[in-house]
């Protein structure tokens, strides 16, 4: 087998590693839902665009965008289309977009940043836990609040919860664990 100059010289390139990052709830805000795989209803997460200006110019690194939209090119061409809008949004040359791969398929990656993923040790780890892993929810699906907005709302509860109160407890309980108050 002979090998050929372009794979030499592919050989002997510095080596890049390809950092995955997911779109929809990573990128992409999406916080209407699934709408198709060729349609992106919402806007940006924030900071993400920024940072994947960056990244592109990272000699370090190649970034390649992956989702379920991946599996057809009309999901492909959406998220590329939409990344280059967002980048002229930010002031940021749109073909810069072109820089970004699209893959069809998982390829082998050095990082891959996700927001419905769980960084593997062992199959001991407690989060493997089946009900657990039935319980997951994705950022996207969670409420989002400050310490401060938590403590408010603790001390609304709390207050609310006082003899002579009119309030459901079993709500008001609901309420705690989904905010993490209350184990």
Do not use: C
């Amino acid at each position: 087998m002979t090998i050929t100059k372009a794979e030499q010289a592919q050989d002997e390139a510095p080596k890049k590693y390809t950092l995955g990052i997911d779109f929809d709830g990573v990128i992409h805000s999406y916080t209407t839902g699934w709408q198709g795989r060729d349609v992106i209803a919402d806007g940006p997460m924030p900071g993400a665009i920024e940072w994947i200006n960056q990244a592109i110019d990272d000699e370090r690194f190649r970034v390649a965008v992956l989702s379920s939209r991946s599996e057809t090119a009309k999901g492909r061409i959406a998220m590329h289309q939409k990344i280059a809008e967002w980048f002229a949004q930010e002031n940021i040359e749109p073909h810069r977009a072109n820089r970004i791969w699209f893959p069809a398929f998982k390829p082998p990656l050095w990082l891959y940043i996700d927001d419905r993923s769980h960084q593997f040790i062992s199959w001991e780890d407690p989060m493997l836990d089946l009900d657990r892993v039935a319980a997951f929810k994705p950022h996207t699906s969670t409420i989002m609040l400050t310490a401060d907005e938590k403590k408010l709302i603790k001390q609304l509860m709390n207050q609310a919860g006082r003899p002579g109160a009119d309030i459901d407890v079993d709500r008001m309980n609901s309420i705690r664990r989904k905010l993490d108050l209350m184990p």
